[in-house]
């Protein structure tokens, strides 16, 4: 099946017509059975069946319509599979688009309804490491060999990211007004130097970092505060179905909800500014909501098409964008502090987010230079923070789940060397984990963390195999739509694999496309390059180099995005343990409803209460035993899959922690 990522690279990265009819004819598709319900109501069905004779049948054409496809078609199956290669004088060869049954159309509909899949079986049959589909006139080229790739990104300077994809993403997903297009393209030199000064490079990033690091020491001892008061809960124990076991000792909830709450606030406030995180409670649900639904709202689908979610996050989009807006009001024009004369419990030195620095307060300034509309800056900075999200957050969650998963006593020989263990170890000295000591023997402290310097996070030789395990995540995971298109000769060379010893030149079109994200997920997946590539193998790269599919060297955004995840998963790994929840059955539920009745109507006894309570706990440490761990259905995001549901778990205080008091060490 394919799906509509590459519906969108299939219409946004082709030519104008199919780009000018494809929106047209999805609302003539949609509103089709009101328009066949208004034909059938006004009786113009008994006026067209008037000029259709009497026994006339479809099943008359049938044999027209074979002979037809089967003269049509199959000629032209036979010469676009018969064509030759052609090579130029000095032995470069242009790559061949593969054989199609369609003329015109070409290989539109293998990718439409083909996808990853379709490419996937071409991989399979290809001898050469580059190949090439026509979708309806575009050619594009796709890459089946790391080292052709490695090329690729060493002739960057021949490539740009084609004008419509980039501002159909705009404008669809990020709502950037239609008539503001030619002022972004303007100004996106100095939005994207900005950007990149403010967060990706220098001293900027080291900050974010830190400020990040700085959140996380003082949340993660609260990652599950084990309360059953939802009035005393952190927010991301709120929306994550919290339910104790066994009294406050363990909690089971729903995982991606809870990191996807969690993870974005430690990593936002700091771009966005902690005043506006405060405020907008519903930031990450909404963003997580966007994100899983990213590709029809990027298509400029109708947000009452048959997609399951798509009305909710075209309500997270037009939230997101308002609340956006709203922040630049505040940052252009501040609001003033009013402090009453007889109030001493407000002392009018409170801080705005109008007063912090922050990437977007930068941006701002910019902004403001340019005179650009409020909409336009909202689109801008919703596309800077969901580029951040949508790669980071997906990524903790496969990251923690692969890791608890093959960590399981029942998977791991040795659980001393169970990848969660040895991450522990690896990253005690920098994310470290203490018991202080408690003040009253009835009511135990909470345990303390403190991280090391950002330095660490962002030195690529630290932390091998978690970063091992984060790039092993990545391969499997990762789902990038990148495309570019060659606006300059380039040549790329490949070792004969049909005819070993030989060296073949790929000449590129000027003007064809280079389908980059399709082509790192189909190298992520080879069998030819990654033994068991299904399988998640936390140790894959640690003396094996990454591949340039998974690790691109002209993202300026990868050292700050994988120095948040190393904090993310070292410091949930120091202080937490997880297990799968045992699965619940229907009487489960009926007998759950029925004790709690029971405990509401009749006060027990201390025995029995000792007894129910002795009964309970057998019964869950049996199925805690049978519990296992299931991998959720991964769908595309915007960067990164996410989950098609949710997992159960169930999350503990890592025992045995070293008494002590940390203090403060984030610098």
Known sequence: MGSLRTLFLAVYASNSIIRALFLPLCYLTLSSPFALAITWYFGFGSTIQKFIPVNFSWFDLLPQFALSAVFLLLPTRLLSGSSKPIKSQDGKRRVQSLPYWIPGARHLGSIIFGGEEWLNGVRESSITGIIAYNAAGSKHNILLSDSLLRQLYENWHSLEVPDSNRIALLRNAFNLPKAMESRYQEHHQEISKVTETEIYAGAT??????????????????????????????????????????????????????????????????????????????????????????????????????????????????????????????????????????????????????????????????????????????????????????????????????????????????LAESPVQRIKAETKNWAQAIQPPSIHPSFPAPPEIRFGSATEALTSTAFPYLRSCINESRRLHKCSVSTYKVKQPLTLKEDGLARPGEQEQWELDVGSYIDIGLSESLISSSGAIHSSPTTFKPDRFIHTPVLSSILSPTDQTEPYKTALLIALVAGITQLWDIAPAPKKSFLDHIQEAGNEAAIGTAALSGEQKAARDEANREKEDGKRKDAKWVVPKAVDGADVRVPRGDVRVRVRRREGLPAGRVTGRIG
Request: hydrophobic share 40%; net charge negative.
């Open 205 to 414: 990033k080291n900050n974010l970092i830190t400020a990040s690091l700085r959140i996380l020491s003082e949340s993660l001892p609260d990652f599950v505060t084990f309360n059953s008061s939802i009035v005393d809960q952190m927010q991301w124990e709120r929306v994550s179905n919290v339910e104790l076991i066994n009294g406050t000792s363990e909690a089971e909830c729903d995982l991606f909800t809870l990191l996807n709450e969690f993870c974005c606030n430690a990593i936002l406030p700091p771009i966005v500014g902690a005043q506006f995180a405060e405020s907008y409670q519903l930031l990450a649900t909404d963003l997580a909501t966007f994100n899983q639904r990213f590709w029809p709202i990027a298509l400029g689908l109708p947000r009452l098409s048959p997609i399951q979610g798509l009305p909710g996050a075209a309500l997270a989009q037009k939230r997101l964008l308002q609340n956006f807006k709203r922040l630049f009001g505040e940052l252009s024009n501040p609001p003033v502090r009013r402090v009453p004369a007889d109030d001493e419990s407000v002392s009018g030195e409170e801080d705005t987010d109008a007063d912090m620095a922050t990437p977007l307060s930068k941006l701002n300034e910019l902004f403001t230079t340019h005179e650009l509309p409020m909409g336009v800056r909202a689109s801008i900075a919703l596309h800077l923070v969901h580029g951040i999200y949508s790669e980071v957050v997906p990524l903790v969650f496969w990251t923690v789940l692969h890791l608890y998963s093959s960590s399981s006593p029942k998977d791991a020989q040795n």
